[in-house]
């Protein structure tokens, strides 16, 4: 059985900072890309950045909202199916519930691909 656990969402003020981590456990033969969306009171769930597997010669290929780009950075343990999203200089508007995707998950069990999604966390910046 596949799950996704999110850490590290909060409350910070205007300018700070937070680092979301976000796991896949279960017995994961391989995943093609891991991502980070939100959604804000009211609107649509949106992405914010991705990161695809890479390989041995190479990291993955990152891909970053025009809202989030030169602030929040995406990077990927893929010895752990762990991703990280490091957000800096934090805005208001950047409020809302941070969801991790992972794209084509392909486990031991089934060896067939599909999509997963975590519960999650909460992340409001305000003063």
């Known amino acids: 059985q596949v799950q996704l656990v999110e850490s590290g969402g909060g409350l910070v003020q205007p300018g700070g900072s937070l680092r979301l981590s976000c796991t896949v456990s279960?017995?994961?033969?391989?995943?093609?890309?891991m991502g980070w969306y939100r959604q804000a009171p009211g609107k649509q769930r949106e992405l914010v950045a991705t990161?695809?597997?890479?390989?041995?010669?190479?990291?993955?290929?990152?891909n970053y909202a025009d809202s989030v780009k030169g602030r929040f950075t995406i990077s990927r343990d893929n010895a752990k199916n762990t991703v990280y999203l490091q957000m800096n200089s934090l805005k208001p508007e950047d409020t809302g519930v941070y969801y991790c995707?992972?794209?084509?998950?392909?486990?031991?069990?089934?060896?067939?691909?599909?999509?997963?999604w975590g519960q999650g966390t909460q992340v409001t910046v305000s003063s």
């Open positions: 995707n992972a794209d084509k998950v392909v486990t031991r069990a089934t060896m067939m691909a599909r999509d997963y």
């Open positions: 279960g017995s994961i033969f391989s995943i093609y890309a």
């Open positions: 990161i695809t597997s890479g390989s041995r010669f190479s990291s993955g290929s990152t």
